[in-house]
């Protein structure tokens, strides 16, 4: 499902992306694929959810200071990041931005719409509402059925 996303994005990755490029393109992958598979799933599981809601502040101010660069890591493609976060933490940040602007939207189709068609990210960014706090950031825990 994540990959079908990304063959419908407007936005297509290439080289020299920002952080802030990057993030939200997976990020919106992520979210929609939330959206049309709902029931929870091992992304909510795994330890990017667990230490991205116990530190979200955190990681949205070194985001903002982040999100101009054009070398990925730490945030996203480094398995080993030094700091002390789990890999892949873009992916989250994403997600928490998009989830952040579906929210506030009254028209929700429209807002998937602009997160597919999305090319000016810093204006998506500012509009999105995001603040380092997004809706209730509660990462499951599974039980032992799942």
């Given at each position: 499902?994540?990959?079908?996303?990304?063959?419908?994005q407007a936005f297509q990755d290439e080289d020299n992306i920002t952080v802030l490029q990057g993030t939200i393109t997976e990020g919106?992958?992520?979210?929609?694929?939330?959206?049309?598979?709902?029931?929870?799933?091992?992304?909510?599981?795994?330890?990017?959810?667990?230490?991205?809601?116990?530190?979200?502040?955190?990681?949205?101010?070194?985001?903002?200071?982040?999100?101009?660069?054009?070398?990925?890591?730490?945030?996203?493609?480094?398995?080993?990041?030094?700091?002390?976060?789990?890999?892949?933490?873009?992916?989250?940040?994403?997600?928490?931005?998009?989830?952040?602007?579906?929210?506030?939207?009254?028209?929700?189709?429209?807002?998937?719409?602009?997160?597919?068609?999305?090319?000016?990210?810093?204006?998506?960014?500012?509009?999105?509402?995001?603040?380092?706090?997004?809706?209730?950031?509660?990462?499951?825990?599974?039980?032992?059925?799942?």
């Amino acid at each position: 499902m994540h990959e079908t996303i990304h063959f419908n994005q407007a936005f297509q990755d290439e080289d020299n992306i920002t952080v802030l490029q990057g993030t939200i393109t997976e990020g919106t992958a992520d979210f929609i694929a939330s959206l049309v598979l709902p029931e929870p799933n091992i992304r909510q599981y795994t330890d990017r959810w667990q230490y991205g809601c116990a530190h979200e502040a955190e990681l949205a101010g070194r985001y903002i200071q982040d999100e101009d660069v054009t070398k990925m890591p730490p945030w996203m493609y480094d398995h080993n990041p030094n700091t002390g976060w789990p890999p892949d933490m873009g992916y989250w940040m994403g997600y928490r931005i998009d989830q952040s602007a579906y929210a506030r939207a009254k028209d929700k189709v429209g807002a998937l719409r602009r997160m597919l068609e999305v090319t000016d990210f810093k204006a998506f960014y500012l509009a999105s509402g995001y603040s380092g706090r997004a809706q209730a950031c509660v990462p499951q825990t599974p039980t032992p059925t799942q």
